[in-house]
Each structure stands twice: as structure tokens, then as C-alpha cells.
């Protein structure tokens, strides 16, 4: 729900308390300089049913056990998408050497298998938690509003945007020096390929999730 006042709140309560139209209420506030989505917001509180007092709609709330589970739902996943673009760029420098690199090679493995070691903890207990939070969701919709959901979201969707960013201006640096070699080409497209999937994904979650809640 967008931020409200206390004044908004009372007089939104007051008005249907006294039998005001929710057309009439939107009109009046519009007319005092309210956006209709502050209106809006706090309407949507209040269930369009028939009785004497406004009745309340159930809000979503915040608990430990479910910021605990959203903390491992996003570690996870952070954990997760860095080690798979690591051990994606150490394959890239596998099929695409670089004779400067000659000396680092043997240090791969030991990069490659904490990568695969790392997927094998932490992708599966992301894939359980998502499903566990999914199907919690679903017996109560309202925690599609839960506050510490919806905001850890829009930070990984910030982060997602700012590699998404610094990824194409890498890009388009090398491009124009005339530096983009198919190595290179080829861990921005894997960087390209992990944030945009990310971001794409908890986009279109929480617009869907907003639309429906």
C-alpha cells in the first residue's frame, strides 16, 4: 500500500463510518490535493461489504520466521548466481585461453570446484525455500504485501539493474577501444545472461503478485 498519513486514515474511516460513497470520498480528496493513489491505498483497507461500521481488511504483518525465511531465500539466491557466473567465466577461460593467463591456469580447478561445491548447498536449499515461501503465499495471499518481501525484491531488482548497467558500459568501452575479443564478449553475455534473468524474473513476480493481491 503506498504511505499514508494518520489524517488520511481517520478521515477515510470517518467517512464510510457515516455512510459517504467511495466515489464521493475519492472526489473530496482529489479535490483537497490527494493523489488517487494515497486515496486508493487507503480504501482498499476497508472491505466493500454492507455493515453498519467500515470493516478492515486483514494487512500483511511481519514476523521473525518470515524474515528468516526471505533472508535465506535471497542470501541464497545471491550466493547462487555469483558462483554460477564464476564457474561460467572460468569455462570461458577454459575454451578461450589467454597465453597472459598461462600461469593462473592451474589455480581453475580449485576455483571451478568451490563454484560446483557451492551449487550444490546453496542452488537446492534456494529451489526449497522458494517453493516452501510459494506454496505459503498461496494458503494466504496476503503475504504477497509482506513488507520485508517486497522490499529485499526491489533491492535485488537494484542490484540486478546496477550489473545490468556496469555490464553494458564495460561493453561499449571495449567496443569503442577496439578490446571486445570473444573472451570477453563472452563473460559479458554471461553477466548479461544471469542479471537480466534475475531482474526479468522478480520484475514480472512483482507486478503479478501486486495485480492479484
Known sequence: MPSTSPELELFVREALARGQSRAAIREALAAAG????QTRGVLDGYADV????????PRASLSAKEAFQYLVLFA??????????SLLFDLVNRALPDPADQARFPMFGDSM???VAALVIAFPVFAWM?????VDVARHPIKRL???RRWLTYLTLF???GILIGDM???????LGGEATPRFLCKVAVVAMIAGGVFHYYLHDLRREEAEA
Not at 453498519?52 to 481488511?57: F, G, L, Y
Not at 541464497?76 to 557466473?85: D, E, I, K, M, P
Open 169 to 175: 558500459t564495460s561493453l561499449v568501452y571495449n567496443l
Open 159 to 161: 542490484v540486478a539493474a
Open 50 to 57: 454492507a455493515f453498519p461500521v467500515p470493516v478492515p481488511k
Open 76 to 85: 541464497t539466491l545471491y550466493f547462487s548466481a555469483y558462483h554460477l557466473g
Open 34 to 37: 490527494w493523489r488517487d493513489e
Open 113 to 115: 570446484r568451490f563454484s
Open 130 to 134: 522458494s517453493h516452501r515461501v510459494g
Open 146 to 148: 509482506s513488507p520485508v
